[in-house]
């Protein structure tokens, strides 16, 4: 039986060959992967999961998440790269009926990528140091947005960045809202200077927004609410882990097929070594069950979001807590112990098989393994939230006193 996933492999599956054929050159030659990203847009990425109506595809959560493993192990760069736009079309899917739904998944459909600018070096989420101020000009009140963001992964790929700022209104009042930016505009800035050791490539650094006037009727004002964003946030990450350790068994094993020297047992093929076989045979059967575990997870937050109740939510929400801490550990293993199935050669800069763990390790730092652990702990034993009622994050934090 063909399934989705199929039908999306076989359409997308020779341009991630191209992609990942090219990813250790990029890696060395630090070469942002913008064209892989264009032909993947070519193919229809933006629009999978926005429904027919709006002019996409309407495919399930599932089928585009195990897509989504197939271009991390491509190349994680370009999965992650792709982060925001994942996260902000999942949130406009959970929204009600409105204009802004409307025209932000038309947009979507028909082709318009969306990047991630919402962290800041200094601040508080809920106080950040961006700004969208009313002033006067020519005439008229206009919103005029300011400010510098960080992490603002594949913002530098896209043609919008979803953005956080601090709405300061001509009579005093202050909200935190949301608003897309065309980054393609005037008053924008982007610069690659990410220098983290692992996922180089995804272009997670600086976006100024300098004097930018924005559509009033785009700004969204923060407030509480259940949302399975954290989810999808997630979600994402998981699959440039899941992604990036099936590469290096991928490497690795390619490495053991063609090299003709095995260090520590001269008189036994690479092929028919046990060392080789053990150490392969054992990546190789961790990231099918993170594989397996990670759609099955995907599924069972697609039905959150049709069931549509906090209870749901909050369910959704433990499950991806608890594969956060599972995958990133098996992740770093799986990449860690790949190399013992051929040894030194495998750790020449040239084969760039270290990039694996780097990324891994990268990815990994988002979420600390312990706290993941004690919020889906919590969660069994107290019935406290993992991540869905996020008003506390949404709030304005009070002001320390001078």
Known sequence: MTTHFDQLFERFGPTLERIRAGAVQRELDRRLPEEEIKALRALGITGLRVPKEYGGEGLELDAVVELYIEI???????????????????????????????????EIASGKLFGNAESERRGAYGDPHTFVDEIESQGKIVQVLNGTKFYTTGTYFADYAWTTALWRRANGDEYLVSLPVDVRGPGVEIIDDWTG??????????????GIEVDPRWIVIREPHYSLVWSYLQINLLSVLVGSADAAVR??????????????NPGVEHRSDPAATAALGDTRSRVTVLRGALVDASRRVAKAAEQGT?????????IVASLWSVVSEQALYVTS????????????KERAIDRHWRNVRTVSSNNPVSLARNAVGEYELNGTPVGTKIGKALERPAKVPA
């Open 72 to 106: 991390a192990s491509a190349d994680s760069n370009v999965a992650q790269a792709l982060r925001g736009h994942f996260a902000f079309t999942e949130q406009l899917l959970e929204s009600p009926e409105s204009e802004f739904r409307h025209h932000w998944l038309t």
């Open 310 to 318: 906090p209870e749901a939510f909050n369910e959704a929400d433990a």
């Open 197 to 210: 050791f692992g996922q180089r490539l995804t272009a997670s650094g600086t976006t100024t927004f300098s």
């Open 251 to 264: 490497e690795v094993a390619e490495r053991a097929r063609s090299s003709s020297r095995n260090a520590w």
């Open 337 to 348: 112990h790949a190399f013992d199935a051929v040894g030194a050669s495998a750790a020449l």
